[in-house]
């Protein structure tokens, strides 16, 4: 049996912190130690910026007081308050008298806010203990534990000072381990791995049987959960969609040049027609994942989780990892959710795949992208998203996604408006 704590052994802990419950009741309930439920808390939990009912997130100890109007000096304000700014969500940062209240329930046990009878009145810095956040840490911490290798840097150049001369003489790993057993500190199999990570000077073509073997059949490596899309069909999409009916919905889909060439991944966000398109080298999953981490680092995490909360894509295998594209590795770990439209129906993502008929004008089918970059893409996409489009009220998607969410999030995004009388949906437009 595991010493690890279960995702249940989190689940119950969530729970009698909401009741209030010690951390000897909660040791007792899940059969460990009370210290252990004390650093489990102390190490996963994170500090979340939410306010109360209608009043925003806001820390200053000044704020019942405070009657202070347009501290941010902004012409055109997101957060225009007729009242006072200590309504607005960005009063924090930009007040010169700003002066943060701590809590001091974040000092003592049980450090969190789970079970606090103030929480729901309370606009301060909140300290959060949330079991699906702490499991996907704990997991990744532990998994990361288990990979690489055991040895330093000092210990591989030792041991590599023993074994290289010698291999070089002739001698096999075999005999070389034999003889110097209580010098080299780790097992026969151990050196065999090293040689095959190439760690040290000498290669496995240094090793004259090996090179003579046929290498052993080893079973694929399913790097991939092949359960991927259980909980996340197209019906399931439908039902989240029916419950949270305000989410903006994000289509991806690939589109591909030359076989085995550079090919596009395609991001389309529905509510406004905009359209990213990013090059990639390979039609795999890992560049999809770079892609994304890469997004959220650039808008950050409200940007991204406002920008990204449902992404509906085809069952193409570079989306075949989505844990990974759902989770990131800092907290809050779920920064979105990932559904599949069903094999052969194109249409539940209609969208996206009529908006490929614009990317189509410049890059016929057929054509090659390996001597494209990015810069070329952008460019691209900048005179797409221009392009007025009858079902936005005659607007372009670079206006209705201007209005929307900003023209800050555009620029991060890379995205420039062109004049209507430049936008040009013809190859020449990327002809050098």
Known sequence: ?????????????????????????IGNTIGK???????????YSYDKKVGKPGYPYNACMHRKTCKLKDICGKKECCHPSAYKCSLCSECNLHCPDFEEQLCSVKFKPPYVCNGCADRSGCTLLKHIYAPEDAHILATAAI??????????????????GIITPLVKNGQSLHQIYLDHVDDLMCSEKTLYNYVDACLFDVRNIDLPRKVKYRPRYKAPEFKVDRGCRIGRTYQNFEKFIADNPDANVVQTDSVIGRIGGKCLLTIHFV?????????????????????????????????FDELFPVILTDNGSEFSNPKAIETRDRIPCNRTNVFYCDPSKPYQKGSCEVNHELIRRVLPKGSSFDNLTQEDVFLMMDHINSYKRKK???????DAFSFLYGEDLLKKLGCSPVAPEDIILKPKLLKK
């Open 33 to 43: 130690d009370r210290t252990t439920v004390a650093k489990e808390i102390k190490k």
């Open 143 to 160: 998994s990361g534990a288990r990979t690489g290798i055991l040895s330093n840097e000092d210990d591989i150049a030792r041991i590599n």
């Open 1 to 25: 049996m595991s010493n690890f704590l279960t995702y249940e052994d989190r689940l119950i802990i969530a729970h009698m912190l909401e009741e209030q419950a010690s951390f000897g009741e």
């Open 392 to 398: 936005l009220n005659n607007r372009s998607p670079y």
């Open 271 to 303: 509510n406004t027609s905009l359209m990213l398109a990013f090059l990639r080298d390979a039609n795999t999953s890992a560049s999809v994942i770079r892609i994304f981490n890469l997004l959220d680092d650039v808008l950050g995490i409200k940007g």
